[in-house]
């Protein structure tokens, strides 16, 4: 069965700390890809990067950084000097090859909170 | 582009009432679907639709009805609203769907919050 677990339910930091948010899958498939999506206050939901599967190459873009570890089923997600702008909801999500419909499983979020 | 766009933002509707909730998107994607998100649960999945004609069952679809006519528009219908709907409502579209082992980023609208008294 597939699932998303992000262990942290909600995490506070001063800004320009860094924070790591973790996301932990399974998935019985070899091919599936990973996501990050931003939930600001404002409600929306922003993507922020996919990952497939075959690909273990560790991404940054600015101050995000995703380290993505096959071995121990790992997609963590690390904001460098974070900023209040940074306060918001972090999902992770799983798709793969076991559904017909592109359905992404989402883990439950973690709240981060960015103090001036 | 607008992008996929809700309508209404909120809603409150009494028990027993029936809506729908708005899904367009103008990027000629294929593929839509329709979460729910609730608190400490993350998003569910309820309907999804491949294509024009086709639409498919999610984790949670009791109580909602969809159609896909066209494209562009992928309408959810709560038939008769109960308060265990009360949550909040993303529409998503992606060009494509699982197939050779692809898959493609979903993108959501900006949410439709309904409360059922």
């Known amino acids: 069965a597939q699932k998303v677990t992000q262990a942290q339910t909600e995490i506070s930091v001063v800004e320009k700390e860094d924070v790591t948010l973790d996301c932990v899958y399974e998935?019985?498939?070899?091919?599936?890809?990973l996501f990050w999506y931003k939930q600001p206050p404002s409600g929306e939901l922003v993507f922020l990067i996919r990952r497939n599967s075959f690909d273990e190459q560790n991404e940054i873009s600015g101050r995000y950084s995703w380290n993505f570890q096959k071995s121990t089923s790992s997609f963590n997600f690390t904001i460098t000097a974070s900023q209040v702008v940074d306060s918001a909801v972090y999902f992770c999500?799983?798709?793969?090859?076991?559904?017909?419909?592109?359905?992404?499983?989402f883990g439950t979020g973690t709240s981060l909170t960015v103090i001036p | 582009n607008a992008g996929v766009t809700q309508t209404p933002k909120f809603q409150v509707l009494k028990t027993g009432q029936s809506m729908t909730l708005q899904c367009a998107q103008d990027?000629?994607?294929?593929?839509m679907s329709w979460y729910r998100q609730d608190p400490g649960m993350g998003l569910r999945l309820i309907h999804y639709?491949?294509?024009?004609?086709?639409?498919d069952q999610g984790e949670v679809p009791n109580g909602y009805n969809v159609s896909r006519s066209t494209t562009e528009d992928f309408p959810l219908r709560l038939l008769s609203a109960a308060p265990s709907q009360t949550s909040v409502y993303f529409c998503?579209?992606?060009?494509?769907?699982?197939?050779?082992?692809?898959?493609?980023?979903?993108?959501f609208g900006p949410g439709t919050r309904l409360t059922v008294l």
């Open positions: 990027m000629n994607h294929e593929y």
């Open positions: 998503a579209s992606s060009y494509s769907i699982p197939a050779g082992g692809k898959t493609d980023t979903q993108y």
């Open positions: 999500a799983l798709s793969d090859l076991s559904n017909t419909g592109n359905q992404f499983y």
């Open positions: 639709s491949v294509g024009a004609g086709i639409t």
């Open positions: 998935t019985r498939d070899t091919t599936y890809y």
